[in-house]
C-alpha cells in the first residue's frame, strides 16, 4: 500500500489530453514539499519529468505539464503520442515517515 | 553533465549482504543528498535511503535495520549495504541524485540500474 495513490492505468488515443492523479495527505502533497513525476520505460531509469509540482526539466516537452492543489497532485499530457506509453510516478517528501515517497505507478497505454 | 555509474554484484543468497557502488562523474559532490531506490518485478519505484557529502544519511523507516549507505568523498562514490537479504529483496536498484533544493528539486540524474538476484 502506497503512502501516495494513483490509478493502475490510463488510456488514451493519440492526440489526446489524459490527466494521471496522484493523491497524498497533509504529510506530503498538502505540506510544503513539492511533488514530482517520473517516466519509467522498462529496461531505462526513471526520468524526472516534472519537478516542484509544475515545473519542467530542460528538454521535456510542454505537452506535459503538472498541477497540485490541496493534498492531490496531478499530471497531464496533452497531444499524446505513441512514445508517451510508459508507466508514471509521483513522489514526495513525508513528514511523519522522514522519508521519501512513491506513488504506486499508473501505466499509460496510448491506443 | 553529470553522470552516475553503478556497479555490485547481481546475484546473492538468502542472508548474504547486497552491496553497490554509486560513481558521480562530471559535477560537484557537495550539495546534494545522494539516493538508492529499487524497483522489484511487477511492483514500483521504492525509496531505500541517502547520504549526503558530508555524510549525514536519512533511510526508509520499513528498511532501516537492515540499510546502510557510506560515502566516499575522495572518489565521489556512494554505496550501499543491504544486510540479511531474501528474495523479497530481488529488484533494480538504481542511485540517484536529489536536485540542489532538495524537497522542491526532484531527483535529477540517475544511474543506469543494477538487477539484483537473490536466490538460494
Known amino acids: 500500500q502506497s503512502v501516495l495513490t494513483q490509478p493502475p492505468s490510463v488510456s488514451g488515443a493519440p492526440g489526446q489530453r489524459v490527466t494521471i492523479s496522484c493523491t497524498g495527505s497533509?504529510?506530503?502533497?498538502?505540506?510544503?514539499?513539492?511533488t514530482h513525476w517520473y517516466q519509467h520505460l522498462l529496461g531505462t531509469a526513471p526520468k524526472l519529468l516534472i519537478y516542484?509540482?509544475?515545473n519542467r526539466p530542460s528538454g521535456v516537452p510542454d505537452r506535459f505539464s503538472g498541477s497540485k492543489s490541496g493534498t492531490s497532485a496531478s499530471l497531464a499530457i496533452t497531444g499524446l503520442q505513441a512514445e508517451d506509453e510508459a508507466d508514471y510516478y509521483c513522489?514526495?517528501?513525508?513528514?511523519?515517515?522522514?522519508?521519501?515517497?512513491f506513488g504506486g505507478g499508473t501505466k499509460l497505454t496510448v491506443l | 553533465q553529470v553522470q552516475l555509474q553503478q556497479w555490485g554484484a547481481g546475484l546473492l543468497k538468502p542472508s548474504e549482504t547486497l552491496s553497490l557502488t554509486c560513481a558521480v562523474y562530471?559535477?560537484?559532490?557537495?550539495?546534494?543528498?545522494w539516493s538508492w531506490i529499487r524497483q522489484p518485478p511487477g511492483k514500483g519505484l521504492e525509496w531505500i535511503g541517502e547520504?549526503?557529502?558530508?555524510?549525514?544519511?536519512n533511510y526508509n523507516p520499513s528498511l532501516k535495520s537492515r540499510v546502510t549507505v557510506s560515502v566516499d568523498t575522495s572518489k565521489n562514490q556512494f554505496s550501499l549495504k543491504l544486510s540479511s537479504v531474501t528474495a523479497a529483496d530481488t529488484a533494480v536498484y538504481f542511485c540517484?541524485?536529489?536536485?540542489?533544493?532538495?524537497?522542491?528539486?526532484?531527483?535529477?540524474?540517475w544511474g543506469q540500474g543494477t538487477t539484483v538476484t537473490v536466490s538460494s
Open positions: 540517484a541524485r536529489v536536485g540542489s533544493s532538495y524537497y522542491s528539486s526532484g531527483m535529477d540524474v
Open positions: 562530471g559535477g560537484s559532490f557537495s550539495g546534494y543528498h
Open positions: 547520504i549526503n557529502h558530508s555524510g549525514s544519511t
Open positions: 497533509s504529510s506530503n502533497i498538502g505540506a510544503a514539499y513539492g
Open positions: 516542484g509540482n509544475d
Open positions: 513522489q514526495s517528501y513525508d513528514s511523519s515517515l522522514s522519508s521519501w515517497v
